[in-house]
């Protein structure tokens, strides 16, 4: 979110004028990685906890195929920002696709594999707490 605020005048700032595309290209990036880093959170699940590493190689190779498809119908006309669009496509692709997956597997509704829930916050406060606790036993040195 503060790449996103930021990017358009910091950029330019620090670089200069020359480097504005990037800021713009930056900002049609963003969303893939959001979208990737949920989709790398399920498909982990779907590899490791599931034991089916396949099907995550058959995501993934999906979401490449759009990805270079997406590259060479978007990178003449438009440069890197075509770039940074087809990455984010094909990001969103690879989490849709994963999602599908991982619903079918566990046998849940997708809005249980997406929507955080009270218990999850939960667990994330006790991990939250987990952590904070070992740091400050490790500086003690006990």
């Known amino acids: 979110l503060a790449a996103a605020i930021s990017a358009l005048w910091l950029i330019p700032l620090v670089y200069g004028d020359a480097y504005r595309p990037a800021a713009v290209a930056l900002l049609a990036y963003l969303p893939g990685v959001f979208f990737w880093s949920v989709a790398r959170s399920i498909g982990q ?16 190779l999906t979401s490449l195929a759009l990805n270079l498809g997406l590259l060479f119908v978007l ?5 890197i920002v075509g770039a940074s669009l087809a990455s984010s496509a094909s990001y969103l692709l690879l989490l849709v696709l994963a999602a599908i997956v991982h619903t079918r ?25 987990g952590y904070v606790t070992s740091a400050r036993r490790r500086l003690r040195g006990t």
């Open 45 to 60: 699940d779907i590899g490791y906890q599931r034991k089916r590493t396949d099907l995550v190689l058959y995501i993934n």
């Open 75 to 79: 990178l003449r006309p438009i440069g």
């Open 105 to 129: 597997l566990a046998r849940t509704p997708l809005r249980d594999a997406l929507v955080p829930r009270r218990e999850d916050a939960r667990w994330l406060v006790a991990l939250l707490r």
